[in-house]
Nanobody, 121 residues
Framework: QVQLVESGGGLVQPGGSLRLSCATS????????GGWYRQAPGKQREWVAT???????AYADSVKGRFTISRDDGKKTVYLQMNSLKPKDTAVYYC???????????????WGQGTQVTVTS
């Protein structure tokens, strides 16, 4: 059973920082693409950032320059460093990993359970 375990969410004041982690549990041999998404109350889930196996990154315009996605393949973990947080960043943040269970199988998409980020004064 493969699970993604997210951590690092919480309550922070505007201008503050948080670092989200998305770790894998279970049998995963490699991660292809890692991504973060978020869903605010009453809104659809939206894409936030992506990192490829080669380390190339892409960001939604709303977070560009403030958020940084990274990965540690040895730990099979993807991170999202969030700086200069704003109230509009308040949402449940989900990680999504394209990963494979063994070297004979293809890549599958796995989702985390979500972690709440609340930005308020």
């Amino acid at each position: 059973q493969v699970q993604l375990v997210e951590s690092g969410g919480g309550l922070v004041q505007p201008g503050g920082s948080l670092r989200l982690s998305c770790a894998t549990s279970g049998s995963i041999v490699s991660i292809n693409i890692g991504g973060w998404y978020r869903q605010a109350p009453g809104k659809q889930r939206e894409w936030v950032a992506t990192i490829t196996r080669g380390g190339s990154t892409a960001y939604a315009d709303s977070v560009k320059g403030r958020f940084t996605i990274s990965r540690d393949d040895g730990k099979k973990t993807v991170y999202l460093q969030m700086n200069s947080l704003k109230p509009k960043d308040t949402a449940v943040y989900y990680c999504k990993l394209g990963a494979r269970r063994d070297f004979t199988s293809g890549y599958e998409d796995f989702w985390g359970q979500g972690t709440q980020v609340t930005v308020t004064s």
